[in-house]
């Protein structure tokens, strides 16, 4: 009764509140050249929109790429020298806008965000310096040079591909090793196996492998769809990748094995990793920006094992990321591996 009413009732309340379609929290670092009133006000007016946030500002464009290099930043605006100059005379101005496309809808609605916010600045400049002639002077004022790093063509598949994948291969990992010792408990054979001189670890560890390996050539043939349907191509190392998929595969199944060791019967194991699955997949940044969702919700996402999967297929996959890169995620991970695998063994009742 619990599982039916208590765990739909739980994600109704969790996730519409956690989950949110509006990008917010959008990093910006803005490269200035000019320090002029004008590039002061066009900067204030940015961020006062309340979906940027300032993360670097300087004039090294290099350190500003860096930001978007180590994700503390999505998108570089680059205001050249003589900003306020060439407006005031020329009656012209370039201003760059470089995107990290990694994550294609973030990616794209906030190239929009900021587009939409330069062309209002645009308008405004225009109809102070020369209201006059602001209809006649189409090409007048700024004009934006987008740069789209590492997503050149803006093709959202990048990034929800690998998502889905990462999703897949939970979904297998985890459902089967909830299923697998609860169904020797309905079959009776959990019984034979509890006063055989097997250890507990031992007995997880015979469940585990075999759903490993599964999992595995799920994800090779996940991965072999990606490039040969969707052409989707792999800039980084595939064995980094299959290494940490296979610490990745630990945390899951563990913790899919520690589900079974609690459930009675298939079906409570079944609707219980249906919870936590829904969970997983709508609080792991695959659908909507974890950085748009509120604080609280925020914070859990550093227990939502599939978030960091996720963000590691694509960083290795698009951005050609090394393991110094990934040294947090991986840290997460190999902990939540451990922590579920012994929990798993020691949960597991077994008499002599």
């Given at each position: 009764?619990?599982?039916?009413?208590v765990?739909?009732?739980?994600?109704?309340?969790?996730?519409?509140?956690?989950?949110?379609?509006?990008?917010?929290?959008?990093?910006?670092?803005?490269?200035?050249?000019?320090?002029?009133?004008?590039?002061?006000?066009?900067?204030q007016?940015?961020?006062?929109?309340?979906?940027?946030?300032?993360?670097?500002?300087?004039?090294?464009?290099?350190?500003?790429?860096?930001?978007?290099?180590?994700?503390?930043?999505?998108?570089?605006?680059?205001?050249?020298?003589?900003?306020?100059?060439?407006?005031?005379r020329e009656?012209q101005?370039?201003?760059?806008?470089?995107?990290?496309?990694?994550?294609?809808?973030k990616?794209?609605l906030?190239g929009?965000?900021?587009?939409?916010?330069?062309?209002?600045?645009?308008?405004?400049?225009?109809?102070?310096?020369?209201?006059?002639?602001?209809?006649?002077?189409?090409?007048?004022?700024?004009?934006?040079?987008?740069?789209?790093?590492?997503?050149?063509?803006?093709?959202?598949?990048?990034?929800?591909?690998?998502?889905i994948?990462?999703?897949?291969?939970?979904?297998?990992?985890?459902?089967?090793s909830?299923?697998?010792?609860?169904?020797?408990?309905?079959?009776?054979?959990?019984?034979?196996?509890?006063?055989?001189?097997?250890?507990?670890?031992?007995?997880?560890?015979?469940?585990?492998?075999?759903?490993?390996?599964?999992?595995?050539?799920?994800?090779?043939?996940g991965?072999?769809?990606?490039?040969?349907?969707?052409?989707?191509?792999?800039?980084g190392?595939?064995?980094?990748?299959?290494?940490?998929?296979?610490?990745?595969?630990?945390?899951?199944?563990?913790?899919?094995?520690?589900?079974s060791?609690?459930?009675?019967?298939?079906?409570?194991?079944?609707?219980?990793?249906?919870?936590?699955?829904?969970?997983?997949?709508?609080?792991?940044?695959?659908?909507?920006?974890?950085?748009?969702m509120?604080?609280?919700?925020?914070k859990?996402?550093?227990?939502?094992?599939?978030?960091?999967?996720?963000?590691?297929?694509?960083?290795?996959?698009?951005?050609?990321?090394?393991?110094?890169?990934?040294?947090p995620?991986f840290i997460?991970?190999?902990?939540m591996?451990?922590?579920?695998n012994s929990?798993?063994?020691?949960?597991?009742r077994?008499?002599?």
């Amino acid at each position: 009764m619990a599982i039916i009413f208590v765990t739909p009732m739980m994600q109704l309340i969790i996730l519409p509140l956690a989950a949110s379609y509006e990008i917010k929290n959008i990093n910006l670092s803005v490269v200035d050249h000019d320090h002029s009133s004008f590039s002061r006000e066009l900067i204030q007016k940015i961020t006062a929109s309340n979906y940027f946030k300032l993360q670097y500002y300087g004039e090294d464009y290099q350190k500003a790429f860096e930001t978007i290099e180590s994700e503390k930043s999505d998108i570089i605006l680059e205001i050249p020298p003589k900003f306020e100059q060439n407006l005031v005379r020329e009656n012209q101005q370039k201003v760059l806008v470089a995107i990290n496309a990694i994550n294609g809808t973030k990616a794209g609605l906030g190239g929009s965000y900021l587009a939409q916010i330069l062309q209002d600045y645009n308008q405004n400049i225009q109809t102070k310096l020369s209201p006059q002639l602001v209809e006649f002077q189409k090409n007048a004022g700024l004009e934006l040079n987008v740069t789209l790093w590492f997503n050149r063509f803006y093709n959202y598949r990048l990034a929800l591909v690998p998502g889905i994948l990462a999703f897949l291969v939970t979904l297998v990992g985890g459902m089967l090793s909830a299923l697998n010792i609860v169904s020797e408990k309905e079959i009776g054979t959990i019984e034979q196996i509890n006063v055989s001189p097997i250890k507990k670890s031992t007995f997880i560890l015979g469940k585990l492998i075999p759903f490993w390996i599964l999992a595995n050539v799920a994800f090779t043939m996940g991965l072999l769809v990606s490039r040969f349907v969707y052409g989707i191509e792999i800039y980084g190392s595939l064995p980094l990748l299959y290494f940490f998929v296979g610490v990745y595969l630990l945390a899951i199944l563990g913790f899919g094995l520690l589900i079974s060791t609690y459930s009675e019967t298939q079906q409570q194991a079944m609707f219980t990793i249906f919870f936590f699955m829904m969970i997983f997949i709508m609080m792991s940044g695959l659908y909507t920006p974890i950085e748009s969702m509120p604080e609280w919700s925020q914070k859990l996402t550093l227990l939502n094992p599939l978030t960091y999967l996720i963000e590691v297929i694509r960083l290795i996959m698009l951005k050609n990321s090394g393991f110094k890169d990934l040294i947090p995620q991986f840290i997460s991970i190999l902990g939540m591996a451990v922590f579920f695998n012994s929990w798993a063994v020691w949960n597991y009742r077994k008499t002599s």
